[in-house]
């Protein structure tokens, strides 16, 4: 850790220089900018609400509903956000670390720091919504902290297995594009599993093999209470979940930027 925190002040420059390109790119020649973070989780809130509240009778569940999704769309849209530009941004970023001898994981730390970003201006309005659907604010939501940083850390392990793989095989691109979607509906966003009938419904502690569920779950947990509970701090084998797939997958990622760093040259 002494030696990565050495690297970034040694090269604090470049690493500021990226993340204020990358937060530009992305709003580049677009009307509104900065304003569609905030846009974009609203509307999709906006349809999922519709939909199932109105048309699948997502009502009377037992907590309110649009918190739920809300949970889980600001945990989903910083996972796909980050791993989706953390997967182009070795390639992105071939000409510069071709010519000068630098860490190449600075440029997927600073993707994910302009996802972090986004995630942050998203979590105030969250957090407005919550005091508009008068959800009590307590001291409990310090707990989200925890959440929040094992997703940072869970996203740049997955942004670097993908980053490296996208090095190798360029499939990997569509291949993502096609998980995502399966994991989308596996992270239960817009659905209870606990609430389901049917195979679901008994067998919905497997849900806690996605780490993306986990974590919006863990959201969930601390804003509006688990199974008809009041909002609590998640027990500690939950905790430990959440910690132990951001340490995995941080651990795979930063053995394949170890292994596989000198090859990279060799197919951009």
Known sequence: MGKILDTFRRHRFLFSELVKRDFKKKYKRTYLGMLWSLLSPLLTLLVMN???SNFFGRTGVGYDYTIYLFCGIIVWNFFSDATNGGM??????????????VPK??????????SLINFGLTFVVFLIFCLIRQ????PLFFALIIPIICLIVFNVGVGMILSALFIFFRDVKYLWSVFLTLLMYMTAIFYDPYQMTGAIGEYAWLFNINPIYVYAKYFRWVVLGVGGSDPAFPPLWFNLLAVGYAALAFLIGALIYKRKNYKFLYYI
């Not at 994981?105 to 302009?114: E, H």
């Not at 959800?135 to 307590?138: A, E, F, G, N």
């Open 135 to 138: 959800v009590p604010i307590t």
């Open 88 to 101: 182009g941004s070795l390639m992105g970023n071939s000409a510069i670390f071709s010519k000068i001898n």
């Open 105 to 114: 994981y600075l440029f997927l730390f600073s993707r994910n720091i302009s």
């Open 50 to 52: 519709l939909v199932f």
